[in-house]
């Protein structure tokens, strides 16, 4: 079995910060992309970062120059440092990983189960 385990959400003020981690943990062989996704009540989920086994980036448009997403290899874990949080920040943040377990030459697609981020005003 394979876990993604989130940890950091919570509630901050207009313009504060967070830092949320995930950590992959279980049978994994190897894991590519790691990033993370949100979904706000009423609206799609979407990309809001993610970074390859090889430390190539993407962002979205909305948080280029306030989040920084970082990976550390050895431990499995994605982390996401979210400055000048804005209240349309405000959603259900979660952890994805594109990884290969050790039994199977697939890779299969795994997501954590949500931490909350909510952005006061």
């Known amino acids: 079995q394979v876990q993604l385990v989130e940890s950091g959400g919570g509630l901050v003020q207009s313009g504060g910060s967070l830092r949320l981690s995930c950590a992959a943990s279980?049978?994994?062989?190897?894991?590519?992309?790691m990033g993370w996704y949100r979904q706000a009540p009423g609206k799609q989920r979407e990309l809001v970062a993610d970074?390859?086994?090889?430390?190539?980036?993407k962002y979205a448009d909305s948080v280029k120059g306030r989040f920084t997403i970082s990976r550390d290899n050895a431990k499995n874990t994605v982390y996401l440092q979210m400055n000048s949080l804005k209240p349309e920040d405000t959603a259900v943040y979660y952890c994805?990983?594109?990884?290969?377990?050790?039994?199977?030459?697939?890779?299969?697609?795994?997501w954590g189960q949500g931490t909350q981020v909510t952005v006061s005003s």
């Open positions: 994805h990983a594109n990884l290969r377990r050790t039994s199977s030459p697939v890779e299969y697609s795994y």
């Open positions: 279980g049978s994994i062989f190897s894991i590519n992309a």
């Open positions: 970074v390859t086994s090889g430390g190539s980036m």
